[in-house]
């Protein structure tokens, strides 16, 4: 059977991402955005339930085996750690890790506008981070609360499925609550959160209505909230989250929301050309009165032309970012042009004399 803590020491030791096991495949890696098979043999479906029992025991090994799916953290002897989720496809088990870094990067080092350090001094509200899976939103989040643990007291107190990065505490007072280990669900964990005297909650993920609407109420309450979706822009995220309501409860949630919705960092990663890595683009939407006012009024179809007009103001549109990220040579011309909204717009956008144009700085930024 493939040892798991050497096989995921050899994927840290290239650099990988992820590791997937796939029954009659050897182990594949992903090192910037590629698959690479690794240089080990087929694993055999004794073998994957072999992995999945000597990371969490007999006990939980027998609920994954009746739900066919489970979520968990694992470390290796070098103090790594992993997001692992074991599977069936085919009646067979599957297995995917996710490298978590040990280190919290600073955010100044991540490349997002200067805006996302600015969001980290809200004394209240809510501050959400889309993207698909793997576009950084943990990153993102775990150095927001970094920057946050430097600076303020605060007693912050995160759901997580699983806990990620390990927070260590600084200025402010942290717990985190690993959702199966430390309390049953979102949804229960936020039920109780409130009466733990938090000042800032991290929510992994608005996975239902149950917890869409706990978070928001905990927004709602004074409190400030991060939380992510998986939605690709900030007009999607708002349709989404009104969407998961019963059509009877939309309007009494348009107001809730543009009332306690602060920011959305709507972010996607691209391989970076200048060094091995990978870079951010972002669309960034504020909640001012111009947003607001089209969130009560179902007029959510106008947000992409309130971020364009909003540049001033700390806002910036995906598309903006992309060619933000090129000028400064980040990324492919290719890559951005065809991960654009508007390819051909964006062809055009990316000539030497609308340079200067897009580099330009917000004249004055909006936390409100």
């Known amino acids: 059977m493939i040892n798991v803590k050497k096989m995921l020491a050899a994927a ?95 955010l100044a080092n991540l490349h997002l506008p200067p805006i996302v350090k600015e969001l980290t001094d809200l004394p209240r509200g809510l501050v959400l981070v889309t993207g698909h899976t793997g576009s950084g939103k943990s990153t993102t989040l775990a150095s927001m609360i970094g920057a946050i643990n430097q600076t303020y007291k605060k007693r912050i107190i995160t759901l997580e499925d699983p806990v990620e990065y390990a927070l260590e505490n600084n200025m402010c007072m942290i717990e985190q609550r690993e959702i199966g280990a430390d309390c049953s669900n979102f949804a229960s964990g936020l039920k109780h959160v409130l009466r733990q005297d938090p000042d800032i909650i991290l929510v992994g993920e608005m996975r239902d209505l149950e917890t869409t609407s706990s978070t928001i109420t905990a927004a709602e309450t004074g409190h400030l909230v991060l939380s992510t979706l998986h939605t690709v822009n900030a007009s999607q995220t708002v349709e989404r989250i009104i969407d998961i309501y019963p059509a009877t409860q939309q309007n009494q949630i348009r107001a809730m929301l543009s009332n306690t919705l602060q920011a959305v960092i709507s972010q996607t990663l691209f391989r970076r050309v200048d060094k091995p890595g990978m870079v951010p683009c972002t669309e960034i939407l504020l909640c001012t009165s111009a947003v607001r006012n089209c969130i009560r009024e179902n007029r959510v179809y106008e947000i992409p032309n309130v971020i364009e007009t909003s540049r001033r103001m700390g806002m910036q549109s995906m598309d903006h970012s992309i060619a933000d990220m090129y000028f400064q040579g980040f990324i492919e011309r290719d890559e951005a042009i065809m991960r654009s909204s508007n390819p051909a717009k964006m062809d055009k956008m990316l000539t030497p004399e609308n340079k200067a144009k897009v580099k330009a700085k917000p004249q004055a930024s909006l936390v409100s």
């Open 12 to 106: 840290i030791e290239h650099g990988a991402s992820d590791v997937h096991i796939n029954v009659a495949m050897p182990p594949i890696m992903r090192i910037n955005t590629e698959l690479i098979v690794m240089d080990l043999p087929p694993v055999n479906n004794e073998d994957g339930k072999q992995m999945v029992l000597s990371m969490i025991g007999e006990e939980k090994l027998k609920r994954f085996e009746a739900d066919r799916d489970i979520d968990f953290s694992t470390r290796i002897d070098d103090g790594s750690r992993f997001r692992v989720n074991a599977h069936y496809q085919r009646d067979s088990i599957a297995i995917s890790f996710r490298v978590i870094s040990n280190q919290i990067p600073e």
